[in-house]
């Protein structure tokens, strides 16, 4: 059993930072953990995964802005948002994969997941 609690979201202003934080209680080694996000209305979407090598991906909409990393030893992933933009308002959500291995990227890829975080942005 894996539990994950994020932390870090809050209220910026269009232009800000933000660091999210996610915690890991349960085995995550050799698995691919991510970051999701989901705006009122929408589907849940993915924001950047990393495997265990370290390997990454990004959306298109994040590239150059935002990154993501992960600390073993203390079992959290961390996501690094920077120039954030209204259109990055959403409740942020860690996860961990289902099955270990290669880097995924599809929401249906990860099977464990957090409360979430909200992430407000003001234009």
């Known amino acids: 059993q894996v539990q994950l609690v994020e932390s870090g979201g809050g209220s910026v202003q269009a232009g800000g930072s933000l660091r999210l934080s996610c915690a890991a209680y349960?085995?995550?080694?050799?698995?691919?953990m991510g970051w999701f996000r989901q705006a009122p209305g929408k589907e849940r979407e993915r924001v950047a995964t990393i495997d265990e090598i370290g390997s990454t991906s990004y959306a298109d909409s994040v590239k150059g802005r935002f990154t993501i990393s992960k600390d073993n030893a203390k079992k959290t992933l961390i996501l690094e948002m920077n120039s954030l933009k209204p259109e990055d308002t959403a409740m942020y959500y860690c996860?961990?994969?289902?099955?270990?291995?290669?880097?995924?990227?599809?929401?249906?890829?990860?099977?464990?997941w957090g409360q979430g975080t909200q992430v407000t942005v003001s234009s």
């Open positions: 996860a961990r994969a289902r099955v270990p291995g290669r880097l995924l990227t599809r929401v249906s890829d990860f099977g464990y």
């Open positions: 349960g085995y995550i080694y050799n698995y691919c």
